[in-house]
């Protein structure tokens, strides 16, 4: 019993230093893309030549667009096209499905602040109930480690909990299968008013990969990735009960 209490104390704290910190990033991460201002419609066929899914990228009103929320970040059209670079802007959950669409020219990037008054509400205490609906797991367990010492989110009031009916959010993973589509309605009818539904991964959002199912209600925050890094859940979770940008 000593010695497990002193090589615990040997341990020392395990928590990352993010937040405040910064997320201590993988050297090859991709985050936000960057299109530049003279991606021209060429461009863009030769970069969906190589992207595997269907519509992440286009070319409206004369300029090239990528759409996060169909994306898998796998880095393909930056091999084809110099035009298409990945920053390593990991801020990427935003609030309105058209937030997600990157387009060629931009200059700057600040994520959106929350100005809905029901997640504001909440005051940064967020309980989640996670439903898997036919995702690969990536995503899931990305999530799962969010509740590890590494990053100890409870610090920051938010949890997953086991009952619907203790939750303020479902947390959707997973393109929603045939198989998923009554489980995920019961939960989502069980959880109280006011309730929100997160879409956490290429498959929730759009479907990815994958053909998608019916959504029980209208998204309040998308966070994008195949599957999203857990310092962009973090921070996007963090700014969805907050009327602020990171650093608070
Ligand atoms: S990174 Fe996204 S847009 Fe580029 S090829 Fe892969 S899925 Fe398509
Ligand atoms: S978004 Fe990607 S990582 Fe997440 S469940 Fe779908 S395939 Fe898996």
Known sequence: MFRALLSRLKEGC??????????NLPP???????????????????????????????????????????????????EACSKVVFTDEYRLGVFRREDLVVRAGEETYEPPVQTDPEALALK??????????????????????????AWDMARFGISFVASPRHADAIYLTGPV??????????????VPEPKFLIAAGACAISGGLYA?????????????????????????????????????
């Open 28 to 78: 090859d991460f991709r985050g936000r893309p960057k299109l530049a201002a003279d991606t021209t419609a060429e461009d863009v066929d030769a970069m969906k030549a190589v992207c595997p899914v269907s519509g992440a990228l286009g070319f409206e009103e004369g300029k090239a667009c990528l759409d996060m929320g169909r994306c898998i970040f796998c880095g393909r059209c930056a």
């Open 177 to 190: 299968s045939e198989n998923m589509q009554t489980a995920l309605d019961k939960t989502y009818a069980a």
């Open 124 to 149: 940064g205490s967020l309980a989640l109930r996670e439903v898997s609906a036919g995702g690969c797991a990536a995503c899931e367990l990305d999530a799962n480690v969010l509740g590890t010492p």
């Open 212 to 248: 998608q199912g019916h959504l029980p209600a209208a998204t309040s925050l998308y966070i994008p990735g195949c599957p999203p890094h857990p310092a962009t859940t973090l921070e996007a979770l963090i700014r969805f009960t907050r009327g602020t940008i990171w650093p608070l």
């Open 14 to 23: 395990r928590t990352g230093a993010f937040p405040p910190g910064k997320p």
